[in-house]
């Protein structure tokens, strides 16, 4: 089983990207929240940690092997077992990983049925079986995501901190509230009040900035 590829990153879709290696030129797909990430390393070298499976129907005899990566190995670890949940598969597993895998694994062990509904391809019904079939199972992926906001917050300024306290007071997790401010300033670098702030984190979350 091929583990891990190094090489050059040549290519980067919506779904895949292409890792040049040798005269080889090897088709790996990715999960979504990646992407951004990948499209800023094109031409550079790369290292992704892969798994193998084979996409088709056995019966039909046209089964394609396909090649899965991810930028850290705890990534392809939590995917593997997110892929155990009947129903959601390898495609609708890449689909549904917009958001990254601490994020995504905090929301599950929370029962945050509501996050992990609006994930792509998955839905009420399939956040309820997911939060059944893991809860409990995923804290050491989970606690990244405290890791990253706290990591995040101490590079802010006291206004950009005293939001984050705001929206916290307001219902919203330290770890979104972080997020959508520290996405904030690179739009935005100019705020100065703590209220332009909050402003432009709800705009984050909306998805209107």
């Known amino acids: 089983m091929l583990v891990r590829i190094s090489g050059m990153l040549s290519e980067v879709?919506?779904?895949?990207?292409?890792?040049?290696?040798?005269?080889?030129?090897?088709?790996?797909?990715?999960?979504?929240?990646?992407?951004?990430?990948?499209?800023?390393?094109r031409g550079q070298p790369v290292t992704l940690h892969?798994?193998?499976?084979?996409?088709?129907?056995?019966?039909g005899g046209n089964l394609i092997p396909r090649l899965i990566g991810f930028l850290d190995p705890s990534d392809r670890a939590f995917f593997e077992q997110f892929t155990t949940v009947k129903g959601v598969g390898i495609r609708r597993g890449l689909r549904a990983l917009v958001e990254p895998v601490p994020r995504v694994a905090r929301d599950i062990e929370q029962g945050d049925l509501k996050a992990l509904a609006r994930l792509p391809g998955i839905g009420p019904r399939m956040a309820q079986q997911i939060v059944a079939e893991l809860r409990g199972k995923l804290a050491l992926f989970a606690r990244g995501a405290a890791a990253a906001s706290e990591s995040a917050a101490a590079g802010m300024n006291r206004p950009q901190r005293d939001a984050i306290e705001l929206l916290v007071a307001w219902g919203d997790s330290r770890a979104d509230a972080a997020d959508w401010i520290q996405r904030a300033a690179q739009s935005?670098?100019?705020?100065?009040?703590?209220?332009?702030?909050?402003?432009?984190?709800?705009?984050?979350?909306?998805?209107?900035?």
């Open 50 to 59: 892969t798994m193998q499976y084979l996409e088709g129907s056995p019966g």
């Open 13 to 41: 879709g919506e779904e895949q990207v292409v890792v040049e290696r040798d005269g080889l030129a090897y088709e790996v797909f990715v999960p979504r929240y990646t992407i951004g990430t990948l499209g800023g390393q």
């Open 188 to 209: 935005h670098p100019d705020l100065v009040e703590v209220e332009e702030w909050v402003k432009a984190a709800y705009r984050v979350k909306s998805g209107a900035a």
